[in-house]
């Protein structure tokens, strides 16, 4: 049997190395639907993934992959743009990845409009390296580095910080709206400059045992309770234990890096 995403999809990797449950396998159905509906060339992808759970994600797809340091996916995607201006080139990476240690990269690639698609899965705690807290992690949390719950530090609001940087596109989607994050995906690779999607995930092996949260089905009915879809501006988007604020928040089409890039190389040209 022939499956419906096998022009994008490496069947022969599966299974995954993701625990049951993991909304990771989610965000990869997700991603492989936008570019079958969009009708990209899978040749023309190019995947830049850091470490971590997701960061694992360059294994399953069927496209050009790079998996490389921990933070660094941006910079080396921004390489790959740079180089090769008719790629579509996608980051996929975890919220430690993106915001903790690459959170540099991440404001001054949305500063820039850098023509790049950055997806960051969120699932608020650092999940393949021992159950952490994380610059997502909601106060009260509770870690492997905070048994008392988190108490101390705050958390990030992704959607306003790379909004307020100047991104073209922000959106935050959760594992339990797998239609809607599809369309947005869909819809930022054909868009260009920054874009930027947040997917809140689930991880029952680690941060939904430590809330003692339930499973995987448990987690997903809390992720649909709390979430509410609103259009809002982005400092209205809320995010904590309790709600999560979903939608589109910025869509502008203002002009990406790459073309400010060749007009300047243009007019250097006549010069």
Known sequence: ???????????????????????????????????????VDPDKVVLVTGIGCAGRMATYLYTDNAHVLHGR?????????????????IVVGGDGDILAIGGNHLIHAARRNMDLLVIMVNNQIYGMTGGQVAPTSPLGAYTT????GNIIERPFNAV??????????VARWTVAHPIQLTLSIKECLKKRGFR??????????????LNKLGGAPNMIKLLRKISVVKKVPPEEAEISAD?????????????????????YRERALRT
């Open 1 to 39: 049997m022939k499956h419906p995403l096998d022009e994008y999809l490496r069947i022969e990797a599966f299974p995954t190395i993701w625990c049951p449950g993991c909304g990771n396998g989610i965000v990869l159905g997700a991603i492989a639907r936008a570019l079958k509906r969009a009708k």
């Open 73 to 89: 996916a941006i910079p080396f995607a921004t390489g790959v743009k740079l180089a090769k201006p008719d790629l579509e080139v």
């Open 243 to 263: 709600k999560i604020v979903c939608g589109v928040f910025v869509n502008k089409d203002e002009e990406g890096y790459m073309d400010r890039l060749i007009k």
């Open 196 to 209: 930027f999607i947040e997917v809140v995930s689930i991880c029952p092996t680690i941060y939904g045992r």
């Open 145 to 148: 580095t905070t048994p008392y």
């Open 160 to 169: 306003k910080l790379v909004a307020a940087a100047g991104a073209n596109y």
